[in-house]
């Protein structure tokens, strides 16, 4: 006699962030009950758009997002580090890429505006990686040449990356920016500890992973409070007004320099938060100011192995993440975040981030001939940082600089705790 086989259940699927556990008082039903087929719903007939009227952009692509990178430089042959300004050769920029002269540091790279995280990576590999005259027609065995050293400092000046955050279909207010800042005010130090890239400072190796935060924040980035962002410069949140080929932006200024895959792992947080706020829903951390300076201060010295604030309650900075993700994960999914990205939120979860591999890779050099350790560091970066920019891992990159990276193929992201929304 046969019987009829049971329906199978259907597969489920499991988000880039992890969900959690169903809760107690959750039931399911033994089998699937027979649901008779609904009818055909009738045809609904929409008047097409005028022809002047631009189509509407996904949510994400209203986001509007530009990223200015300082750097250092690395003299070859001799792999001497210094602050030697350093141009693509004419003619390779694209549309709305700058090359310009940065009078503190030497070279500053301006990308052009981005609305997509996939964008963010590839613009900003391929605009980084002009700078290396190397790798074009006409550079002769021996010539000298510069590749980027991108890190937070390493002499006695500071080097930096500034993000700038607009929205595509409305211009952005003063009023609309200190309501934007209002919303990424809390998350701040979490930015600070992902991108985090300074530990060396007057040439030797420190402890502090960022020594640009904690040396240069009150000259040059001064922690201010949402509702005095204004057009002042030196600020760490600032209102830059719209220029004739350029619109008005919420200014991030921050951050330490660092290589494409940390700055877009950070500016995906960034654009997590402004995506919620731009939806109209409130904001997930709220801090007093001298929670928020303690955690800044926090983040500067010991990177994602410190302790951030979240909503009064102190907490590993990877606890925080895992927060920041959950509370985001709606975001998250629909910004469509490519793997290379969700590996290095992994990594920061380990507690590893720019500063560590920095910090390591000098340590390394170091151990094997402290005399010449920096020459050592030099010739290593620069071999990693034209295998990274021409388009292979982070993972490639630290193997260049003789770094093992910690394993993340059992780190999970999101935690579903201490939800706002349920």
Known sequence: MLTAAKPRRPARTRSRVQRGAARPDETRPASPTPVAPLPEPEPIVRSLPDADTPPLLPMPKRIVIGVEIEAYSIQAPEFSIGRRHSRPRPGVSEAGERYTRDTSIGSEYNSRPFGTIREAVFLL??????????????HEEGDEWLAPLLVGGWTNRFAGTHLHLSLADEELTLETARSLAGHLHAHVPLMIAACANSPIWGSRITATVSNRLERGSEAYFKAISPRTVSARDLQEMRYAPARKRKPATLELRMLDSNIPEFVVATLTLAKAVTLRWRRGRRAVNRLKQTDYLGARHHAGRHGMRGQLCWRGEWIPARKYLDRFLWEHRAELEEIDIPDDVYDVLRLLKRGYNGARLIHDAARIA????????????????AAGIELLLSGNSLRDFAAALNVALPDTDQTWLGRRTASIDE
């Open 125 to 138: 590999k391929s605009g980084l990686r002009k700078y290396l005259r190397r790798i074009y027609r006409g």
């Open 366 to 381: 170091y151990r094997e001939h402290p005399q010449t350790w920096q020459r050592r560091f030099a010739r290593r970066y």
